[in-house]
């Protein structure tokens, strides 16, 4: 397995799955993944972030990207982020996983380190927000951790008690004054000036 033409360890290997099905009922119902900040649709955006993963999932309607992902779909389409999990690890072959929203316009590569060193030996690390709340779309995970947790019926299924329920580390990140929050997401119009305004 290579990541850029270099060979990755079994311990640096991890793919990834981005959630792109969502609703956006706070925007009115628009493409939320495909709206533009900084020149860049929000989902090309995460997709940067996990360059460096051996294979990517992108789970929602297809659309152009700028980098190449493997498409699925939660079943019943709409049927929420337990859903759409379950259906983007019937892709996932490595060991390890990131599991990210579409719509963080500020999530980094190193962010994605960060959280992949801090869940090594563990089931999974959560991010923290700068008020300590647990970032459920913001982590990383043993797959087969994710796997064994999932219910019978993931459609409609609450995200919190999954996430949690596997104990991850919790990871803080020191704030940057000049730096935009990696937690930051796009559910409102007001969100989504303010990340273009950062940009």
Do not use: H
């Not at 996932?92 to 992949?116: E, H, K, M, Y």
């Not at 982590?139 to 993931?154: I, N, S, Y």
């Not at 580390?169 to 796009?186: H, S």
């Amino acid at each position: 397995m290579t990541r850029a033409g270099v060979a990755l360890s079994s311990s640096d290997a991890y793919d990834a799955i981005v959630l792109a099905g969502g609703t956006a009922r706070r925007l009115g119902g628009v493409d939320k993944p495909a709206l533009v900040v900084g020149e860049r649709s929000l989902l090309d955006r995460v997709l940067d972030a996990v360059a460096g993963a051996a294979r990517v999932v992108v789970v929602g309607p297809a659309r152009m990207t700028t980098r190449p992902v493997t498409w699925c779909r939660e079943s019943p389409p709409g049927g929420g982020p337990v859903a759409a999990i379950a259906a983007g690890l019937r892709e996932v072959t490595a060991d390890r996983v990131v599991v990210l929203a579409g719509d963080l316009p500020f999530v980094t590569p190193d962010v994605i380190s960060a959280l992949l060193d801090a869940a090594n030996g563990q089931n999974g690390v959560l991010l923290l927000d700068a008020d300590g709340r647990d970032q459920l779309l913001v982590g990383a995970w043993r797959a087969d951790a994710l796997r064994d947790a999932m219910p019978a019926e993931p459609s409609g299924a609450r995200l919190g008690p999954l996430m949690t329920g596997l104990n991850p580390v919790r990871l803080g990140l020191q704030r940057l004054a000049d730096v935009p929050p990696p937690w930051f997401d796009c559910d409102t119009e007001d969100d989504l000036a303010t990340a273009r305004g950062l940009t």
